[in-house]
């Protein structure tokens, strides 16, 4: 049997957030061995920082769209097809044409996880932070159609980089649909297009609009 695939961050305190919206993380030692006879530590952290997954609270009301801890199990243990887009140029847009010619090869199903491997590494870069690769609005349409559960990239923005908020049309799409979004994924160079069993378990915060979230590849045989 085909060994599990980790695409999650590590978080510390360098790890590079997207700008200007997001606050870096920050670790505070609440108490020490050396000290008190155990360590504990507080964190001050964004939910939109690292490996994380939007939930459709992230840009919608909390009065008529799902939060963080109302994903369910099924959710989290699921399958998906992961596609290669390695080829495309920094800042540019991946088309429906495009993304259709891998989902149709890789039998794309309704609830899946999509995930798009563009490349990156979580890294303080140009590329990673302002150039990254990014659905076009028609290809997010297309995601709708086929009724997946959960787009994935590994950019921490599914949106077009350095476009104001009214502007991410690919939230704005995916999210009123109940279609979960996970960014800042890592460690796709350890995997290839195609199906994969998958595992993604957000934190449950209570009436919250996402968190990190442990996300694992298995390809299937």
């Not at 799902?66 to 989290?76: N, W």
């Not at 870069?125 to 086929?146: G, S």
Request: with cysteine; hydrophobic share 35%; charged share 30%.
């Amino acid at each position: 049997m085909s060994e599990w695939i980790d695409l999650t961050q590590t978080l510390a305190e360098d790890s590079p957030t997207l700008p200007p919206l997001h606050p870096e993380p920050e670790f505070e030692d609440y108490a020490t061995l050396a000290e008190d006879d155990y360590n504990s530590t507080i964190l001050h952290l964004e939910t939109h920082c690292g490996t994380h997954m939007d939930a459709p609270t992230h840009f919608l009301s909390k009065d008529d769209y799902r939060t963080i801890d109302e994903i369910t199990v099924d959710e989290m243990v699921t399958e998906g097809v992961v596609c290669d887009f390695t080829h495309k140029e920094p800042r540019s847009g991946v088309s429906r044409e495009e993304l259709a010619e891998q989902a149709e090869r890789y039998d794309l199903s309704a609830g899946d996880y999509l995930i798009f491997d563009c490349g990156l590494a979580p890294e303080d870069t140009d590329e990673y932070l302002r150039n990254f690769v990014y659905p076009e609005k028609e290809a997010a349409e297309y995601m709708i159609e086929q009724g997946i559960a959960c787009f994935a990239i590994d950019a921490l923005s599914a949106d077009k980089p350095g476009v104001g908020l009214e502007e991410h049309h690919v939230h704005y799409t995916l999210l009123p649909e109940d279609i979960l979004i996970v960014e800042g994924v890592a460690n796709l160079d350890q995997v290839g297009a195609g199906r994969y069993d998958v595992i993604a378990t957000p934190i449950p915060y209570e009436n919250r609009d996402g968190s990190q979230v442990r996300l694992l590849v298995r390809p299937q045989e």
